[in-house]
């Protein structure tokens, strides 16, 4: 094993939250590219350091796919919830009633709809 793969540091893994692989140089990277890449398959990620400062995050296809989805609601729950709000605004008489109200009262309704959970 070479230096600077001996050399691995993990202090600048803990300045990246959630990062748990092990931590690179970038010369490491560019000197000892199948190494690196091992320790990706094995560890799903790993970080890549510059001068000890993080800079990157190399990581597996699989893992990569896996947070762009975590990131983006599905279609299918986007669409369950725009179809159960035109429900709720199209149920019985709801914006005859909104429009008949006073501020205080469509204040302290539209206060509640705010605090409730959403699905």
Same mark, same amino acid.
């Given at each position: 094993m070479t230096s600077a793969l001996r050399q691995q540091d993990p &202090? %600048?893994?803990a300045l990246v939250p959630g990062m @748990? /692989? %092990?931590s690179f140089t970038r &010369? !490491?990277?560019a000197g *000892?590219? @199948?190494r690196v890449s091992k !320790? #990706? @398959? !094995? @560890? /799903? *990620? #790993?970080?890549i350091t510059s001068h000890?400062? %993080?800079e990157m995050v190399l990581m597996t296809v699989e893992r990569y796919i896996e947070l762009q989805q975590?990131?983006? %609601?599905s279609l299918d729950s986007l669409s369950r919830e725009f179809d159960q709000l035109v429900a709720r605004m199209q149920a019985g008489t709801g914006a005859a009633?909104?429009?008949a109200m006073d501020g205080a009262e469509l204040g302290q309704i539209a206060l509640q709809a705010a605090t409730l959970p959403r699905t």
């Open positions: &202090t %600048p893994a @748990q /692989g %092990p &010369t !490491a990277l *000892e590219i @199948q !320790a #990706v @398959q !094995a @560890q /799903g *990620e #790993v970080l000890n400062k %993080p975590a990131s983006r %609601p009633d909104a429009f």
